[in-house]
């Protein structure tokens, strides 16, 4: 459980599931992970904030990082709570 701004949610899925780039195409069907990328369904909203973070700062780099660096490269931290605070609220 977690609190975030009024309308995060809202704002959250339409930047999940209507912008450019898409998540499902790596992160597959209701975001529960495919081969190329893990679930990100229904986890925990400041784990996933940290990796959102890590990945916008560089911090997070190794692996299949890269692929997730220019998903966050342009958008705010505004923009990064709202992502989470709908992703957080699916099904795992
Ligand atoms: C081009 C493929 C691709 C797209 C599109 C993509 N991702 Fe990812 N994502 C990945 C990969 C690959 C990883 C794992 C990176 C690694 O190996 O460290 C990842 C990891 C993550 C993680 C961290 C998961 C964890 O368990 O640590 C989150 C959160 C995440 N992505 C959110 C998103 C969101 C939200 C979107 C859409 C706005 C998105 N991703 C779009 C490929 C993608």
Redesign the pocket.
Same mark, same amino acid.
Request: glycine share 4%; hydrophobic share 55%; aromatic share 0%.
């Given at each position: 459980m977690a609190w975030v701004p009024v309308g995060s949610l809202t704002r959250g899925a339409a930047? &999940?599931t209507s912008q450019a %780039?898409?998540?499902e %195409?790596?992160?597959g069907a209701g975001l529960r992970g495919l081969t &190329?990328?893990?679930p +990100?369904a229904g986890r925990s909203a400041s784990y996933?904030m940290r990796?959102?973070y890590e990945f916008k700062a560089g911090v997070?780099s190794?692996?299949?990082?890269a $692929?997730?660096k220019p +998903?966050v490269e342009k958008r705010s931290m505004d923009d990064l709570t709202a +992502?989470v605070a709908y $992703?957080s609220s699916l099904p795992p």
């Open positions: 930047l &999940v %780039p898409a998540c %195409p790596c992160h &190329v990328a893990p +990100i996933a990796q959102l997070r190794e692996g299949n990082a $692929l997730m +998903i +992502i $992703l």
